[in-house]
């Protein structure tokens, strides 16, 4: 099972709400990661977590703020966000215990901020 | 400056043909390589990877050749199917670095005409 679960899949907010995302998986990995991604764009990693532990901020606004509650949670909390911040936000996770690594995407929450 | 390089934007192959997917990569220490395919608003779902040890892996209709020397390696997929048209991203690890960062390259749409 390689599966990484995200919710919600679709998400609308003001720039003056304040929302979350949510990620989960359940195959025992101890790397998590945050990306965002644009149309037509790669993958742009922002964050990511090694052992429950904020190991990479990749210069991303404080308007994003990471949480990770357990080794299978992974959240992004959103405040005060700007239309250009419409976009796929991606889950992933990788054992974090080789160096031969796959990260294991999530089907994505797409944000929409009005 | 772009690390990881796919230089056709899009690519259409007849059904049951092949279809040849390219990436090149110009940081040496990259040792680990994975293709990722991608439908529109999906999260991207992991293909088949090859480590900097090994010149071919194969997994069923996909293979991934590796040139150490040229630095590019290819994705084959034969024979070609509808439900393959799809982004496909090439993304590399640099292992020794100590982080888990995976860089993409900017993706190839692949349309597998019927």
């Known amino acids: ?114 | 400056d772009q690390q990881v390089k796919q230089n056709s934007p899009s690519l259409s192959v007849q059904e049951g043909r092949i279809s040849i997917l390219n990436c090149d990569y110009t940081n040496s220490m990259f040792d680990y390589f994975l293709w990722y395919k991608k439908y529109p608003a999906e999260g991207p779902t992991f293909l088949i990877s090859i480590s900097s040890i090994k010149d071919k892996n194969e997994d069923g209709r996909f293979t991934v050749f590796l040139n150490k020397s040229a630095k590019h390696l290819s994705l084959h997929i034969v024979p070609s199917q509808p439900g393959d048209s799809a982004v496909y991203f090439c993304a590399a690890r640099d292992s020794g670095a100590g982080s888990y960062q995976l860089t993409f390259g900017k993706g190839t749409k692949l349309s597998v005409i019927p």
């Open chain 1, 1 to 114: 099972d390689t599966e990484v679960t995200q919710t919600p899949k679709h998400l609308v907010m003001g720039m003056t709400n304040k929302k979350s995302l949510k990620c989960e998986q359940h195959m025992g990995h101890r790397a998590m990661y945050w990306y965002k991604q644009k149309a037509k764009k790669p993958p742009e990693l922002m964050f990511v977590y090694s052992y429950e532990k904020l190991s990479i901020n990749e210069s991303v606004p404080s308007r994003f703020s990471p949480e990770c509650p357990n080794s299978s949670l992974l959240n992004l909390h959103l405040h005060a966000l700007q239309p250009e911040d419409s976009a796929l936000y991606l889950c992933a996770s990788s054992s974090g215990q080789g160096s031969l690594e796959t990260q294991y995407f999530g089907p994505g929450t797409r944000l929409l901020v009005l």
